[in-house]
């Protein structure tokens, strides 16, 4: 329900929605890479980033005009602060409904202040959506019950108490025995007997008695 309000609020924005550059009427063909990705020129047509290699190797962007026109919203370059609050990318190149098969981009796409505040952004994704046979908001509540789902999940299993929960005291193990040194592998052997004086003496045979 909350979304379906969401969605009711962007489109009465976007009824009423007139952002331009500094009173000038946009042109595509005049636009530079910095501000050509999602702008919608004068005549409501969708502007497309190009890029191109040179032959010095050196690349090179152009913007057009595309075949795809906008609904109720002309004469815009879109702000840094949608861009930012959608997960936009200002080089991003051409227009395509692959964004919405990220889930990460569906969070940004389908947070409340880019589908509140970025009409324009709404509007774009709306209709790409639409093309592959999807309705935007029945993919944004889809989105948000699987964010809900997950951190459900989280918490059952205690993953995220046990991340938050105190940390127990550290048992020291024990204590690395003290370093082997030369003399630990010696061979034991006795101390030899101080020598004397009897054992340097020569021995002579007794003289014979007659």
């Known amino acids: 329900m909350a979304m379906k309000t969401f969605f009711v609020v962007s489109m009465l924005l976007l009824a009423v929605y007139l952002q331009t550059t500094l009173g000038n009427e946009v042109k595509c063909e005049k636009l530079d890479k910095d501000t050509c990705a999602f702008a919608v020129s004068s005549t409501g047509k969708r502007c497309v980033l190009e890029q191109s290699i ?3 190797g050196i ?3 152009t913007c057009r005009s595309s ?15 949608c861009i930012k609050a959608c997960g936009l990318d200002r080089k991003s190149l051409g227009i395509s409904s692959d964004a919405l098969l990220e889930s990460r981009f569906t969070q940004k796409l389908c947070s409340v202040k880019c589908l509140t505040q ?14 592959e046979g999807v309705y935007l908001p029945k993919l944004c ?3 948000e019950g699987q964010s809900r789902r997950a951190m459900s999940e989280l918490r059952s299993s205690g993953i995220v108490r046990d991340t938050l929960g105190p940390v127990g005291p550290v048992r020291l193990g024990k204590m690395a025995p003290e ?3 030369s003399m630990d592998y010696m061979p034991y052997a006795p101390a030899p007997e101080p020598a004397t004086s009897m054992d340097h003496m020569s021995y002579a045979p007794a003289p014979a008695s007659y």
């Open 141 to 143: 509540e889809s989105q």
């Open 179 to 181: 370093p082997a040194t």
């Open 67 to 81: 075949e795809i026109e906008a609904d109720k919203v002309t004469n815009i370059i879109e702000s840094d602060e």
């Open 118 to 131: 970025c009409p324009n952004v709404v509007d774009l994704f709306s209709n790409l959506a639409a093309g």
């Open 59 to 61: 690349e090179g962007y």
């Open 54 to 56: 040179k032959r010095s």
